[in-house]
């Protein structure tokens, strides 16, 4: 079956090890809470139903229309996933998609897919829901779709945006180049993945009214979701434009915070026992270790205890 | 389309296929971890890897140049990483000014992009492998065994076992809109971009829309055929003293590696 690659998923060893952690902690801690938040929110009914929504997104990225010359335009999906579904089942689904492409396809590595979740899961899904809430209850459909548009489009330039950020501070690219392409990319891919899911969500609006009523919105996702989609999109377009006009800035700023040097250099402080006589050590970078450490440990305390609080004798 | 279509397993009888999924999901990752380990330019270590990596590939009867030809999909990406060779860091070699953008090549930055381009091939090897001699409901139930919350490798096996189903939609849609679609020789068709991705827009929707309501009939049929919320299996995995073997062999294998890497 031909399957075509995405161009967002990172590979392995395209990130170094500092990045890949951070990436996987704040990830994990998503997908926990996602986890107790879906878990209480509609129960076992809600498995089936991810589980094939995650199918959805697979299979509706063969979608494709022809832009021009040969070209195409495909559909990602994340963004209409978390508005339809809510942003907690919108991370599981694509946590679900982004692992079987890693998986199955190799699209995609297994230790940087901390980081590619959270490109294009969570923060899809901040973005995706954050904006929508933030229209949810108006009774203009065409505000409600030019704001879905717009979140789709945000969330794909910020993805690019913050892989970008993640390769460059892991030494992989220099930022000068990749944060300007990626950018360029994904600004016009946006715009496609927004134009398809305004419409696809003005088909489900007016074929499944029921299922877009803003009460039932409000249920999937709390008012906190508005600050954070705000916060994270502001975030976006206020640094995105800044960071690609001074790439140089940025990449001083990496060097300078030691983590370039740690790219280059394999991580050793994460492995305290190794100590390596004729490499020094930055303090810096072993305060980073010492706090990914905790964190790594928090995490999966929270993944494991919510994992057999779920579990049925 | 077969029930199977997407399936990256190969049948075979070998050591590999009958080593317990726990061990090869664990040992996967264990490599994949100590190639990024590695220092750059540990090119000793990288062979080693390498070699461990064909052992692997002849143990599982599939051909030891098995991996190798399926490797080049992560290729496209390595575009990314060319310009690893501009990193700040090391002796410039030579320096271009491309649309006002100053290019430095550095000694350090040609050895970090070899490093990077070992690291990832080695890594999708190993991924490639892992789904080549392991079943994929049998991969999601190690990963079950490994502590991963129960609702995701449910949500897993769901996309595992739908997928075709969603996917055979998706071309009956596809073919829907080729039928549809009538071209005339020599005149442009299709109307503009934005009525284009309108259409296709439309088909998501769709899409999603039976998407939605098949999962109801799903699990409705699944709820009368006794859906506790737990899936089952019939292959207990249990760990064998072969499986305990391999398993601190090859970990063992990849402290050597380390080894070797940082020495060398």
Redesign the interface.
């Known amino acids: 079956m031909h399957y075509a690659p995405a161009p967002l998923h990172i590979p392995d060893g395209f990130l170094n090890l500092v990045i890949s952690l951070i990436f996987w902690v704040l990830t994990i801690l998503a997908v926990a809470l996602a986890i107790s938040k879906t878990g209480q929110a509609l129960g076992e009914k809600q498995i089936p139903l991810m589980g094939i929504m995650a199918a959805f997104v697979f299979a509706a990225q063969m979608l494709n229309f022809p832009v021009a010359g040969g070209t195409s335009g495909h559909f990602l999906g994340g963004a209409l996933t978390a508005i339809v579904l809510g942003p907690w089942a919108g991370i599981l689904v694509m946590t679900a998609v982004i692992a079987v492409q890693a998986l199955l396809f190799q699209d995609g590595g297994l230790l940087v897919m901390g980081a590619n979740i959270f490109d294009m899961g969570v923060l899809t899904a901040m973005i995706g829901f954050g904006l929508y809430r933030l229209v949810s209850a108006s009774n203009s459909r065409t505000l409600k779709l030019a704001v879905a548009g717009v979140a789709a489009w945000l969330s794909t330039v910020a993805a690019a945006f913050l892989t970008a950020i993640q390769l460059g501070l892991s030494g992989t690219s220099s930022l000068s180049i990749v944060l300007p392409a990626m950018l360029g990319v994904h600004l016009i891919i946006g715009i496609g993945e927004g134009l398809i899911t305004v419409a696809a969500l003005a088909f489900i609006m007016q074929t499944r009214p029921d299922l877009m009523q803003a009460d039932r919105v409000a249920e999937r996702g709390g008012r906190g979701w508005i600050v954070v989609g705000v916060i994270v999109s502001l975030v976006a377009v206020l640094l995105s434009p800044l960071a690609s006009a001074d790439p140089d800035g940025l990449e001083r700023v990496a060097e300078d915070l030691g983590f370039l040097q740690a790219g280059l250099d394999a991580p050793y402080q994460i492995l305290p026992d190794y100590t390596i006589p004729f490499l020094g050590e930055t303090p810096l970078s072993t305060i980073v270790a010492g706090i990914v450490g905790v964190l790594v440990v928090l995490g999966l305390m929270v993944v494991v205890g919510s994992a057999l609080k779920k579990k049925p004798a | 389309?077969h029930a199977n279509?997407?399936d990256?397993y190969y049948a075979a009888e070998s050591l590999l296929h009958r080593l317990d999924p726990r061990v090869k999901v664990v040992v996967?990752?264990a490599f994949?971890?100590s190639?990024?380990?590695?220092?750059?330019g540990a090119w000793a270590a990288f062979g080693l890897a390498w070699i461990l990596l064909l052992v692997a590939n002849a143990a599982s009867q599939l051909g030891v140049d098995f991996t190798f030809r399926r490797s080049f999909?992560?290729l496209?990406?390595m575009l990314?990483?060319v310009?690893?060779v501009?990193?700040?860091?090391g002796q410039p070699l030579m320096e271009w000014t491309v649309w006002g953008?100053r290019?430095t090549l550095t000694d350090?930055g040609i050895i970090?992009f070899g490093s990077?381009?070992?690291?990832?091939?080695?890594?999708?090897q190993a991924?490639?492998l892992?789904?080549a001699v392991t079943p994929?409901p049998d991969?999601i139930h190690a990963f079950e065994h490994l502590?991963?919350?129960?609702?995701?490798t449910?949500?897993?096996?769901?996309?595992?076992?739908?997928?075709f189903?969603?996917?055979d939609?998706?071309l009956r849609?596809?073919r829907a809109r080729e039928a549809r679609s009538a071209v005339v020789e020599g005149q442009k068709s299709?109307r503009t971009?934005?009525w284009?991705?309108?259409?296709?827009?439309?088909?998501?929707?769709?899409?999603?829309?039976r998407?939605?309501e098949?999962?109801?009939r799903?699990?409705n049929a699944?709820l009368a055929r006794g859906?506790?919320?737990?899936m089952r299996t019939l292959r207990a995995h249990t760990m064998r003293a072969r499986d305990w073997l391999i398993l601190f062999s090859v970990l063992l294998a990849l402290a050597l590696i380390q080894l070797t890497g940082?020495i060398g």
């Open positions: 389309m279509a997407f990256r996967t990752v994949i971890l190639n990024a380990l590695l220092p750059d999909i992560a496209p990406f990314v990483a310009s690893a501009f990193t700040p860091l953008i290019l350090a970090r990077i381009l070992l690291r990832t091939w080695l890594s999708v991924g490639i892992l789904v994929f991969l502590r991963v919350p129960a609702v995701l449910t949500i897993v096996a769901f996309l595992y076992r739908y997928l189903v969603l996917t939609e998706v849609l596809l299709g971009l934005f284009r991705a309108q259409i296709a827009g439309h088909m998501a929707g769709q899409l999603f829309l998407s939605y098949r999962s109801d799903i699990y699944m859906y506790t919320g737990q940082r």
